[in-house]
């Protein structure tokens, strides 16, 4: 199995970025697909983005597509999510997930307790 802890939330200007990282602890990354789901104030929980266990393929949800981009360094078994042009919208829990393949949070096994992405005017 693996555990999914994610860091790099805080506070930001609008238009400005931000680098979450998702590492594993217990089993490595490594072998495992992997997702970022953010959930906002009032809002259900929703899809982000997606990488396979290899880097080879990424998916991403409309609204983050050209601004976020989902990487991953199986050496260092960390995922991360570059969030650029960050705005207020995008305030929300970032999770990350391990394991399965796709944007429904039902695709995934192991999440991460979140962290939280404040986007100020």
């Known amino acids: 199995q693996v555990q999914p802890v994610e860091s790099g939330g805080g506070l930001v200007q609008a238009g400005g970025s931000l680098r979450l990282s998702c590492a594993a602890s217990?089993?490595?990354?490594?072998?495992?697909?992997a997702g970022w789901f953010r959930q906002a104030p009032g809002k259900e929980r929703e899809f982000v983005a997606a990488?396979?266990?290899?880097?080879?393929?990424?998916i991403y949800s409309d609204p983050v597509k050209g601004r976020f981009t989902i990487s991953r360094d199986n050496g260092k078994n960390t995922v991360y999510l570059q969030m650029n042009s960050l705005k207020p919208e995008d305030t929300a829990v970032y999770y990350c997930a391990a394991s399965g393949w796709g944007t429904a949070i039902t695709d995934y096994t192991y999440w991460g307790q979140g962290t939280q992405v404040t986007v100020s005017s």
């Open positions: 217990g089993r490595s990354f490594s072998g495992y697909n």
């Open positions: 990488i396979y266990w290899n880097g080879v393929s990424t």
